[in-house]
């Protein structure tokens, strides 16, 4: 795959798969012959500036034949050549993906104080109040969001004070059993006198 990589520029492979192909169909279809391969190859790599580096090209465009050449026939198709030059991008394109300019680090001491770092556990939204009651998992607090959800107002167990059209409303007497066993419990059975 060096090979390839050396070749010179997207004109040299089109170069080449036009004269693979022109010479596969002189030769009656059946693939290149070693020799052909190496030719044609030769014409699209930059020339060779000694003979040690000649016969190193040669060399390795006979170990490329090999390579590609998986039916073992001593002829090379055109279908072989383009496979393998694809499967060996693929594979030098993972080993050499160059590294992320950036890349997202999460914050751990960032504290997303607008869920508590809790996902909602559940949603309820009651007609009455022309509220939605969010209770979310591990939160010590109940959020109340109006109906356009752009505001929230958090509700804990110590203090409740909610406001309706009718005005505040009476937590004393608006529950229908005194004890409940979370608040969720509690806000199911929330109504209004």
Same mark, same amino acid.
């Given at each position: ?36 391969? /190496?030719? #044609? ?16 090209? +040669?060399?390795?465009? /006979?170990?490329?034949?090999?390579? #590609? ?15 393998? !030059? +694809?499967?060996?991008?693929? +594979?030098?394109?993972?080993?050499? /993906? ?6 997202? /680090? ?26 939605? #009651?969010? #209770? ?15 505001? +929230? ?20 007497? !608006? ?19």
């Amino acid at each position: 795959m060096d090979l390839m990589m050396r070749l010179k520029g997207g004109h040299a492979f089109k170069a080449i798969s036009e004269e693979f192909r022109a010479r596969e169909q002189l030769l009656g279809g059946e693939g290149l012959y070693l020799s052909d391969f /190496v030719e #044609i190859m030769l014409k699209g790599l930059p020339k060779a500036k000694t003979i040690k580096e000649k016969y190193e090209t +040669v060399s390795g465009l /006979v170990d490329l034949f090999n390579d #590609i050449d998986i039916n073992g026939d001593g002829t090379l198709e055109f279908n072989e050549f383009t496979s393998y !030059c +694809v499967d060996a991008g693929m +594979v030098a394109t993972r080993e050499r /993906v160059t590294p992320m300019k950036y890349q997202y /680090v999460k914050d751990k001491d960032y504290i997303d104080r607008t869920t508590q770092g809790a996902g909602i556990e559940k949603i309820k939204w009651f007609p009455e109040l022309k509220r939605a #009651i969010v #209770i979310e998992t591990k939160s010590n607090s109940v959020k109340v969001y109006p109906p356009d959800f752009k505001t +929230v107002q958090e509700v804990f167990a110590a203090s409740v004070s909610l406001s309706t059209q009718n005005g505040p409303l009476d937590v004393e007497n !608006c529950f229908q059993k005194t004890s409940f066993t979370n608040d969720l419990d509690l806000l199911q059975h929330l109504t209004l006198p």
